[in-house]
């Protein structure tokens, strides 16, 4: 009775260890290698123009699928605009005016649905174009895992509750990310991602002007002259968030970190003698370390909550919900001309035309 017992415990056990696993099982690296097999470069290529076109956009790519990822899990919920059904996650406090390259998205989403419609999800290719934006800007490549499926929902009461925020403690983040399945680890390899891209000067005035010790002299004077300390004067004023590389993929922003150059608070705090410290310290002596650590935390990110097999649906545009989307084809009339006729009676002979009308 004794082992049977024990035996029950083992096997439920094992259930719930497998039940508390993130959902990746679902997704796979060759979800669309028979469905659209052409799908992955042409992503890759919409990326590369558009990085070509303006490098800051491989950062901004990157912070796109990381704040649609922390919403209600990778499901392009933050692409969708506001409609009768849809209140968009756009305006949300840390989106408004703020994530950027949805053209992006949906100028790939148009290449890939003209190869092959209804097929690839926006999610996935949000996912893609991350790795893609990446690798444009010297930074690692991964294996990206496929089949994430796109919302039907957005909800900016999510976007303000599960993205973080620049004034958090170090222990508000590392709570954060790990509601989200994500390492203290991860999370400073993943802020490792502001090597890239630029931050307006609303989101770093506080850490510039709150007379902390916490910052190198020398570069909160260089910082002000372009961020005023007047609220509401050069609000979006840009700075980078590396200062030394910003427009490629390196560990500067690590050892700017070691010199109290951090330009967010919460970049900082990652480096505020506590439990963090070790892993910036490691990051900023070895780049490779960084790197596999980056891609390995990503594709962690890419696996959250995905909606898959018959959840969610493959929105043919990206901003809006199938339903809300106008058919295609419903108003094209074509007017044909038949044989034309002579009409005689006692007022004279008229030629008369017929035409056929198909909606
Ligand atoms: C740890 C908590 C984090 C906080 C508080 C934070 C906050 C911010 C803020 C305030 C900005 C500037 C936005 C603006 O001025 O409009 C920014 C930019 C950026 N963030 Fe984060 N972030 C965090 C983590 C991450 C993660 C995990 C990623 C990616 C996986 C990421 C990627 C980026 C990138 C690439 C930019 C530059 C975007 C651009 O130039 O368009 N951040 N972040």
Redesign the pocket.
Same mark, same amino acid.
């Given at each position: 009775m004794a082992s049977r017992l024990s035996l029950a415990g083992v096997v439920f056990s094992i259930f719930l260890s497998f039940s508390s696993l993130p959902c990746q099982a679902q997704l796979s690296s060759n979800f669309y290698a028979s469905t659209c097999p052409n799908a992955l470069t042409t992503i890759r290529t919409a990326t590369r123009r558009a990085v070509s076109r303006e490098r800051?956009m491989a950062?901004?790519l990157?912070?796109l699928h990381?704040h649609d990822c922390f919403v209600q899990g990778c499901d392009a919920s933050i692409m969708l605009d506001n409609s009768p059904s849809i209140d968009s996650e756009k305006f949300s406090f840390n989106n408004d005016n703020?994530v950027?390259g949805f053209e992006v998205i949906d100028d790939a989403k148009a290449q890939v649905e003209s190869i092959c419609p209804g097929v690839v999800s926006c999610a996935d290719i949000a996912a893609v174009v991350a790795r893609d934006a990446s690798v444009a800007v010297g930074g690692p490549s991964w294996t990206v895992r496929l089949g994430r499926r796109d919302s039907t929902t957005a909800s900016p009461s999510l976007a303000d509750r599960d993205l973080?925020?620049?004034t958090?403690a170090l222990g508000d =983040?590392i709570d954060l990310f790990s509601r989200k399945g994500l390492s203290e680890r991860d999370?400073v390899a993943?802020?490792g991602?502001?090597t *890239?891209?630029?931050?307006?000067c609303v989101?770093f005035r506080g850490r510039l002007y709150d007379n902390s010790s916490d910052i190198d002299a020398g570069f909160a004077s260089t910082r002000k002259r372009n961020c005023p300390a007047a609220p509401g004067n050069g609000n979006n004023n840009l700075a980078p =968030?590396d200062l030394v590389t910003p427009n490629s993929f390196d560990n500067n922003y690590f050892r700017n970190l070691i010199q109290r150059r951090g330009l *967010?608070q919460?970049d900082q705090v990652l480096f505020s003698g506590q439990s963090t410290d070790s892993i910036v310290t490691e990051y900023s002596r070895n780049p490779s370390l960084f790197s596999s650590d980056f891609a390995a935390a990503?594709l962690r990110?890419g696996d959250i909550e995905p909606l898959t097999g018959s959840q969610g649906e493959i929105r043919r545009i990206c901003s809006v919900v199938n339903e809300e989307q106008v058919p295609k084809y419903c108003c094209s009339i074509k007017l044909t001309l038949q044989q034309p006729w002579l009409y005689a009676n006692e007022s004279g002979t008229k030629l008369m035309y017929k035409f056929e009308v198909r909606v």
């Open positions: 800051r950062a901004s990157i912070r990381f703020s950027r973080p925020r620049t958090a =983040l999370m993943l802020s991602s502001h *890239l891209g630029q931050a307006r989101t =968030l *967010l919460s990503m990110m």
